[in-house]
C-alpha cells in the first residue's frame, strides 16, 4: 500500500523521454543549500549563504553560471532530523551532498511538479540543484485552452520549499519482532554463530547468489527471507508481502537482520529497505512515513526497478526500488526495456484550467500508423499520474508492441499529470470540478488535437487514487469515459463519516451507463489496522458492477500496491477492454487468481 495513498486522509526506465554519507561536523553547523547554474569548465564562485527557515519557500530560474546558495539553519533542523521537502523543476536535478561535496542521494532527477522528498538531515549537506545532463522535452506550440506557459514550466524554473523537519528522540532503539527461524539456512547460520563462526561466509554466499533468499516451501509456495547487513538500532522493509513497513529482526548479536514470509510462487514485488528509521518527535503517521528518510535499495539484489532515466546508471542506492520475481510470476512480454527509439510522436502539452484555478502537464503519444488508420480503427488511453506512467512505466513502448502484434487497435495514449502532490491528493479522490475539467476541458481540447475518439474506444485509467478517480470520471462522463481501467484502486475510500466504499454505493444507485470495467487488486492489499483494504473494495466494487449488468473484468495477483506489477496489468486491462477476443490467449501474462 503505498503510504500516500493510503494514510492522508482525502481531502493520499523504462522508456520515454530524455530525463529532463556522513560524518558530522559541529553540531551546530549550518546545513547548506546550493543551486548551481549549467555546465562550465570551471565552478563559478559562490556568492554568501541565504537564510532559508523551515516553512520557507525559495523559488527562480537557473541560468548558467549563476549559482545561489542557502543555509538551514542546525539549530532548526538539528542533525538526524527527518526534514519534508517539496521540489519543483523544469530541466534541473536537486541532489543532496555533504560538506566535502560528495554526492549523497538525488532528491529530484527530472522535470517534477511538487515532488515531495524526505532525508535524515546530517550537519554540513548541502542541496545542490544543477541542469539535467539532457535537456528536457520541450512543449508543444499551445493550442486551443493550451493558454501561455506559466513560470513553473520554463526550462530552468526551480522551487524549493522546506515544508517540516522533525527533531530525532533521545532513544533511537526501537521494540523489535522475536519470530521463531524458519528458514534452513538461517538456521545453519545461527549454529554456525553458536559455535563461535562468523557470518563472512554467508555474506560472500548471498552476494553470489542474490538476495532475497528463496528457499522451498510446498509446490505452489516459497519461503522468501529479507536480509540486511549491519544496522545498528533497526531496518524496515518497505514493500512487505505484509502490507506493513515490516521490522526485520537481528540474528544474535551478529550483523544479520532477517524477516522471513512464505509466499505464493507467482508473487511478484518491489521493496526496498530503510536501516536505522529515525525516531522522531511527530505523529504515528509522521513516524511511519519517516521510512522514506533512509529508504533505498538491496544492496544484494542485483534486480532493481525505476533506478535511473533510461540506460543510465543508478546515481546512488536511494533511487528506485529492488524487485522480488519468483518463478511462476505472470510474464510482462510487454513491458521490457527497449534498444529503440519510440517509433511514434511524442509531444508534451500545458493546459490551464481557469475553474481549478491552475495548470498541468498533458503528454499526447500518438503511434506509429496513427495518421494512416480510420476513426474507426483508433482507440484512446488517458492515464493519470503522467510521469509515473511516461518514465516508470514505459506506457507508450507498451502499447506499441501491442499494436504490432494485433492485440489492440491503434491506440493513442495521454498522460495527465498532477499539478502537485497535494493537489493529486484532493483532485483524485472523488472531486466534481476535476471531474468536470476532465470530461468538458480536457477531452474537447484533445478532440481539437486530432484525438477525437468515441467513448466505447476510450479507456480511462490509473492505480491507487487513479484508479478510484477512473471510475468516477465514467460515472460522472460516461458519454466521455466508456472504458474503467483500475489497477487497486483505492476503494476504501469514502466522504468523511461515511462507510467506506462511497464508490461502489454511487454505481448501485446510479442508472446503467455504457460502461466496462477491468479491476485489478494485489492480495497483499487487503484490510488490516482496522481499515478497509483495497482487495477487499475492489472486490465488493465488481461483485455491484455485475449485479447490476456491466461487463467486469476483475483479476488478483500475488503482489501488493505497486508499479512493478501495475507495468504488466494495464497491458492485460487494455487487452481486455478493447480486444477481449484475444484475452484467452495472453493467460501466461494476464490470467491472475
Request: aromatic content about 8%; overall charge neutral.
Amino acid at each position: 500500500m503505498s503510504i500516500h495513498d493510503r494514510h492522508v486522509p482525502p481531502a493520499p526506465s523504462a522508456f520515454g523521454p530524455p530525463p529532463s554519507r556522513l560524518r558530522g561536523l559541529a553540531a551546530h553547523a549550518a546545513l547548506g543549500l546550493i543551486v548551481l547554474g549549467g555546465c562550465t569548465s570551471m565552478p563559478a564562485p559562490v556568492p554568501p549563504a541565504q537564510p532559508l527557515a523551515v516553512g520557507q519557500t525559495v523559488q527562480g530560474q537557473l541560468a548558467p553560471g549563476a549559482p545561489q546558495r542557502w543555509q538551514l539553519d542546525a539549530r532548526q533542523v538539528p542533525a538526524g532530523s527527518v526534514v519534508r521537502a517539496e521540489v519543483d523543476g523544469s530541466g534541473v536535478q536537486l541532489d543532496l551532498q555533504d560538506a566535502a561535496g560528495r554526492h549523497l542521494r538525488r532528491l529530484l532527477r527530472s522535470d517534477g511538479v511538487g515532488e515531495g522528498v524526505s532525508w535524515q538531515a546530517q550537519a554540513g549537506e548541502q542541496l545542490v540543484l544543477h541542469w539535467n545532463a539532457q535537456p528536457a522535452i520541450a512543449y508543444a506550440s499551445g493550442g486551443a485552452g493550451a493558454g501561455q506557459l506559466p513560470a513553473q514550466a520554463t526550462a530552468g524554473h526551480y522551487r524549493i520549499e522546506i515544508q517540516r523537519a522533525w527533531p530525532p528522540r533521545a532513544d533511537p532503539s526501537v521494540a523489535l519482532p522475536n519470530k521463531p527461524l524458519q528458514s534452513p539456512r538461517l538456521q545453519a547460520l545461527a549454529g554456525d554463530l553458536e559455535r563461535g563462526g562468523t557470518s563472512d561466509a554467508f555474506w560472500q554466499e548471498m552476494a553470489k547468489s542474490g538476495t532475497p533468499l528463496v528457499e522451498p516451501w510446498s509446490e505452489k509456495e516459497r519461503l522468501v527471507t529479507f536480509l540486511w547487513r549491519g544496522a545498528q538500532h533497526s531496518v524496515r522493509l518497505f514493500g512487505s508481502p505484509s502490507g506493513n513497513h515490516e521490522s526485520l529482526q537481528r540474528l544474535g548479536n551478529s550483523d544479520v537482520w532477517w524477516s522471513s514470509f512464505v509466499m505464493p510462487s507467482d508473487a511478484r514485488l518491489s521493496y526496498g529497505m530503510a536501516p536505522d528509521v529515525p525516531n522522531i518527535e511527530g505523529t504515528a503517521i509522521e513516524q511511519r512515513r519517516s521510512i522514506l528518510a533512509t529508504l533505498q535499495r538491496d544492496p544484494l539484489n542485483p534486480r532493481s526497478w525505476a533506478a535511473s532515466d533510461g540506460a543510465a546508471a543508478a546515481v546512488d542506492r536511494y533511487q528506485g526500488r529492488s524487485v522480488l520475481e519468483l518463478p511462476d510470476a505472470p510474464a510482462q512480454p510487454w513491458s521490457q526495456p527497449a534498444s529503440t527509439p519510440l517509433p511514434g510522436d511524442l509531444q508534451r502539452h500545458w493546459l490551464h484550467s481557469a475553474a481549478l484555478g491552475h495548470g498541468r502537464d498533458v503528454w499526447i503519444y500518438r503511434p506509429a500508423g496513427w495518421a494512416q488508420a480510420t476513426p474507426e480503427q483508433r482507440a484512446l488511453l488517458v492515464l493519470f499520474d503522467a510521469h509515473a506512467y511516461l518514465r516508470q512505466v514505459p506506457t507508450p513502448q507498451i502499447t506499441e508492441r501491442m499494436q504490432a502484434q494485433g492485440l489492440i487497435p491503434p491506440t493513442a495514449v495521454v498522460l495527465v499529470a498532477n499539478a502537485s502532490s497535494e493537489l493529486r491528493n484532493t483532485e483524485l479522490p472523488p472531486n466534481p470540478a476535476f471531474a468536470d475539467f476532465m470530461g468538458l476541458q480536457l477531452m474537447p481540447w484533445l478532440a481539437e488535437q486530432g484525438l477525437d475518439v468515441p467513448a466505447v474506444r476510450t479507456v480511462i485509467a490509473g492505480s491507487s487514487y487513479g484508479g478510484l478517480a477512473s471510475s468516477y470520471m465514467a460515472l460522472r462522463h460516461p458519454e466521455r469515459f466508456g472504458n474503467v481501467l483500475s489497477l487497486s484502486g483505492s476503494y476504501w475510500w469514502a466522504p468523511q463519516a461515511e462507510a467506506p466504499n462511497a464508490m461502489a454505493r454511487w454505481w448501485a444507485a446510479a442508472p446503467r451507463k455504457d460502461v466496462r470495467f477491468y479491476l485489478d487488486a494485489g492480495l497483499y492489499e487487503s484490510a488490516r489496522g482496522g481499515q478497509a483494504g483495497i482487495l477487499e473494495t475492489s472486490r465488493e466494487l465488481g461483485d455491484v458492477l455485475r449485479a447490476q449488468g456491466y461487463r467486469v473484468t476483475q483479476r488478483e495477483h500475488s503482489t501488493g500496491h505497486d508499479y512493478v506489477h501495475w507495468q504488466g496489468s494495464i497491458a492485460c486491462g487494455l487487452v481486455a477492454l478493447l480486444n477481449p477476443a484475444a484475452l484467452p490467449a495472453q493467460q501466461a501474462a494476464c490470467q491472475g487468481r
